[in-house]
């Protein structure tokens, strides 16, 4: 039983840089979750996906962010033109097709270091 | 607007002595309760949940929360810690796409 995995589980870039990090979710959960944790805070929702649609996201997900999910599988979440305040560890949870029990099982995370 | 506190940001006990993290919530309605456990580095894992019935819930890890209604609260607790229970300790409600975190508690072991 494999659980959620995040790809990389580092990344350093240089400021106006363009990064992607992907996510795969538990086989058959239907819901994903990308989440943002600065150091010494919790977790902050970023967007949600049911299947391959994208249903909300965050107003902390400005223009720069962009995240989908083609096949209702694995899911993308890509920032254009880093700046320095986007370093942070970006989380990536899912959970499945189960009304009322809202269990989100989190991957490792990705680690981002903006220079 | 749903939110959590938890007071504390670092916690320090002796291994084998006992520990309460403390947890206030703010919810309209009956809420859904977590609380995680991450340790550095890495993601986040799920100790227990709450969502209805018996208000105290037993957890992984030899973990228990008590919900309390009449004080928005949602302490976790164990009775002895061991040093590999140092890590950061994260209470949340919610659920789906309406998941709120506290800022957590950072928990030190002391030999």
């Known amino acids: 039983d494999t659980g959620v995995s995040q790809d990389p589980r580092h990344k350093i870039t240089k400021r106006g840089q363009n990064v992607t990090f992907r996510c795969d979710p538990i086989s058959e959960h239907n819901r994903l979750y990308w989440y943002r944790q600065t150091l010494g805070q919790g977790p902050e929702f970023l967007t949600y996906f049911q299947n391959e649609a994208q249903l909300e996201k965050s107003r902390l997900l400005s223009d720069r962010f962009s995240a989908e999910r083609p096949k209702g599988s694995f899911s993308t979440l890509e920032i254009q033109r880093t700046e320095q305040g986007d370093s942070a560890m970006y989380l990536c949870a899912s959970s499945p097709p189960r009304a009322l029990e809202h269990e989100q099982f989190f991957g490792p995370g990705t680690r981002l270091t903006v220079l | 607007a749903q939110s959590v506190t938890q007071p504390d940001i670092h916690i320090t006990v002796s291994e084998g002595a006992s520990l309460e993290l403390r947890c206030n919530y703010s919810y309209g309605a009956t809420p859904y309760l977590f609380w995680y456990v991450q340790s550095p580095g890495q993601g986040l894992q799920l100790l227990l949940k709450?969502?209805?019935?018996?208000?105290l819930v037993q957890g992984i890890k030899g973990f228990e929360a008590e919900f309390k209604r009449s004080q928005s609260s949602f302490n976790l607790r164990k009775p002895s810690v061991h040093w590999s229970d140092a890590a950061e300790y994260f209470c949340a409600v919610g659920g789906g796409n309406d998941m709120r975190f506290g800022a957590g508690t950072r928990l030190t072991v002391k030999p």
């Open positions: 709450y969502f209805s019935g018996d208000t």
